[in-house]
């Protein structure tokens, strides 16, 4: 199981990178009041870094969660 679960997060980890290397072209980005001109390949990888990094996070927070209402035995 663990070679299986090593093996996607490399063909995962590929395929973000080949998406990220493919959308090199710059996009205007609006920010609440900026507009910010960047790569694509920028903003692919800030909104991946976001989104895993609030996954974490609720993961976590239910499993603090979980752990509270566990009755005492």
């Known amino acids: 199981m ?3 679960k090593l093996i996607s ?3 995962l980890s590929l395929l973000g990178v080949i ?3 493919q959308n090199m072209e ?3 980005t609006r920010l609440l009041f900026f507009t910010i001109l ?3 390949a920028i903003l692919l990888m800030g909104t991946t870094m976001i989104g895993f990094a609030l ?3 609720v993961s976590f927070l ?3 969660k979980e752990h509270r209402k566990e009755p005492a035995q």
């Open 55 to 57: 996954g974490i996070l």
């Open 38 to 40: 960047m790569p694509r």
């Open 9 to 11: 997060i490399a063909v």
């Open 26 to 28: 710059q996009v205007e």
């Open 62 to 64: 239910f499993q603090r």
């Open 2 to 4: 663990n070679r299986f």
């Open 19 to 21: 998406i990220i290397l």
